[in-house]
C-alpha cells in the first residue's frame, strides 16, 4: 500500500466523511516552499489556490516560520485575559492599514468567529437585530454563518435564524433580474432597500457583504453597488459590515482592502485567512465608539483569541507584504494575470466569464456561451487535467463552475505564465472533449 492510500483509507475510518476533497483521487500534501507544494509520493505542484487564499505570502516563508519559531519558544498560549506585546503590536499595526476609523481589534481564530463578533456588536450598537446579507454569499460553518450564507448547499441541516434575509447579489453575468449594465441602473443595489422595508421591520442592525464573493465564485460588483448600498443601510439604522476575509491584505490590488477600492467607508471590518498565512488568526475591527458599546453589556472572552504564535506569524507576513507583496505588487502581477485568462477566453469557448481583481480572478466555465449553461463536468475535467500537469487551482460559485485562481501574493510574472501555460494546455483538452 503506498502512503497515498494507506492516508486515504484512515481519512475514510476516521474522518467525518462529509469532508470536501478535491479530486478523483484525492491529494494528500506532505510540505511545501514559497510558491511550491510537494504531495507524500514527491510530485510538485505549482500552488494557485494558496489554501483557499491563505498562504498570502507563499508556503514555509522564512521570516513567518522563524518568528512563529521564536515565540513558540516563549510562549504558546496566554487566552485574552492577559495582555501581551504581540497582541497589542498586530492591533496597532492592522490599525495603520485599516481605511477611516477603523482602529480598533478583536482577535479570534477564523473568519466564522469574526463573521459572529461582527454582527452582535452591530446589534448591540443599533439596538435592532435584523441583518441583511446577499445571495451566493458564504460566511462560515457556525450557526449564524449558515444562516448569513446564501447558498442551501452550504447550509447543512437547514439552518435557521431570525432575523437574516438575503438581498439579490450584483452578479452581472448572471444577472438575476435579467437586465444589462449598466443600464440596469444598478437595479440590484436597489433590492437591498426593497429587502428592508417588505422583509423587516424596517430598521435594521447591518448589511454583511464580501466586496468579491468568494465561495459565490468570485463575483465581483460594478463600481457604483456599494456606494448606494452604502447609503441605504445607513438610511435605515444599520451597519456596513465588510467581510474581508478573502479580500483582505492587497489580494484584490491597489489597496489593502477590497471595499477601498469604491471609496465606501465601513463601520466594521473582519478579516481572516491571509491574515497570517496559514496559522489560524482572524479579526473584528470597528470604530472606537461602535466598540465602547460592548462595554457593560456582558461578559466577553476567547480562549484562543490573539494567540501569541498566531500573532507572531502574522506580523511577520504583514512585514513581507509590505516589502515585495504590497498592493501594488499584486495589482501589477494581478493585471498579468488578468490580461492572460482573457486571451484564454477568447480561445476557448467554454470560457463565459473572467472576473476578479489583483490576485482574485474567476472563470466561469460553460457548456454554451449563448446559454450559459454551467459546465459542471468541465470543470472536474480541468481539475483532473491541472493536476496532471502540476498545477493546483480552486473552484466555487453556485452552480459549482468557477475556476477561482489565488496564488501567494508574493508570485512573479513568470509564476502567472507558468500556470497560464498550464492552463492553457488543460482547457485545449476540455474543449476538445466537449
Not at 506532505?30 to 510537494?38: A, F, I, P, R
Not at 497582541?87 to 481589534?105: I, M, Q, T, Y
Request: proline share 5%; net charge negative; aromatic share 8%.
Amino acid at each position: 500500500m503506498t502512503k497515498t492510500q494507506d492516508i486515504l483509507e484512515k481519512q475514510r475510518k476516521y474522518l467525518w466523511p462529509n469532508h470536501i476533497l478535491y479530486y478523483t483521487e484525492p491529494l494528500p500534501l506532505d510540505h511545501g516552499d514559497g510558491m511550491y507544494v510537494w504531495d507524500v509520493e514527491g510530485n510538485k505542484y505549482l500552488d494557485f489556490f494558496g489554501g483557499i487564499l491563505t498562504t498570502s505570502v507563499g508556503h514555509n516563508r522564512p521570516e513567518v516560520v522563524e518568528a512563529a519559531q521564536a515565540q513558540t519558544a516563549k510562549l504558546i498560549h496566554s487566552s485574552t485575559l492577559y495582555p501581551h506585546e504581540n497582541h497589542v503590536n498586530l492591533a496597532e499595526k492592522l490599525a495603520e492599514l485599516a481605511p477611516g476609523d477603523l482602529r480598533v481589534s478583536y482577535f479570534a481564530t477564523s473568519g466564522t468567529e469574526a463573521d459572529e463578533a461582527a454582527v452582535l456588536l452591530a446589534k448591540v450598537y443599533t439596538g435592532y437585530q435584523e441583518v441583511i446579507a446577499l445571495r451566493h454569499a458564504y460566511s462560515g460553518r457556525s450557526a449564524m454563518g449558515m444562516a448569513l450564507t446564501g447558498q442551501a448547499s452550504w447550509r447543512v441541516g437547514g439552518t435557521h435564524i431570525m432575523g437574516i434575509k438575503h438581498a439579490l447579489n450584483p452578479y452581472c453575468y448572471r444577472c438575476p433580474l435579467k437586465m444589462t449594465y449598466p443600464e440596469c441602473d444598478v437595479a440590484c443595489a436597489q433590492d437591498v432597500e426593497d429587502v428592508i422595508k417588505t422583509m423587516t421591520s424596517g430598521r435594521i442592525a447591518a448589511f454583511l457583504a464580501e466586496p468579491i464573493q468568494g465561495v459565490g465564485g468570485f463575483v465581483t460588483p460594478p463600481p457604483e453597488y456599494f456606494d448606494i448600498v452604502s447609503e441605504i443601510v445607513k438610511l435605515y439604522g444599520g451597519l456596513f459590515i465588510s467581510d474581508e476575509v478573502q479580500t483582505g491584505f492587497g489580494r484584490t490590488g491597489e489597496k489593502w482592502f477590497g471595499i477601498e477600492h469604491w471609496d465606501v467607508q465601513p463601520d466594521i471590518m473582519t478579516m481572516a485567512k491571509g491574515i497570517a498565512n496559514g496559522f489560524p488568526l482572524a479579526n473584528t475591527m470597528t470604530t472606537p465608539e461602535i466598540a465602547e458599546s460592548m462595554v457593560g453589556k456582558g461578559l466577553v472572552i476567547s480562549t484562543f483569541g490573539g494567540n501569541p504564535v498566531s500573532i507572531a506569524a502574522s506580523l511577520a507576513a504583514i512585514g513581507v507584504m509590505e516589502q515585495e507583496a504590497d498592493p501594488a505588487h499584486v495589482a501589477e502581477v494581478g493585471s498579468h494575470l488578468r490580461a492572460g485568462l482573457e486571451r484564454l477566453q477568447e480561445k476557448y469557448p467554454v470560457i463565459g466569464d473572467v472576473r476578479g481583481m489583483g490576485l482574485m480572478q474567476g472563470v466561469e466555465m460553460v457548456n454554451d456561451r449563448a446559454t450559459k449553461e454551467p459546465a459542471t463536468g468541465a470543470i472536474a475535467h480541468l481539475f483532473e487535467q491541472t493536476r496532471t500537469l502540476g498545477l493546483l487551482i480552486g473552484k466555487g460559485g453556485f452552480y459549482g463552475n468557477t475556476v477561482r485562481i489565488a496564488p501567494p501574493l508574493t508570485a512573479t510574472k513568470a509564476d502567472v505564465d507558468k500556470a497560464l501555460e498550464i492552463l492553457d494546455i488543460a482547457f485545449a483538452h476540455v474543449q476538445e472533449a466537449m
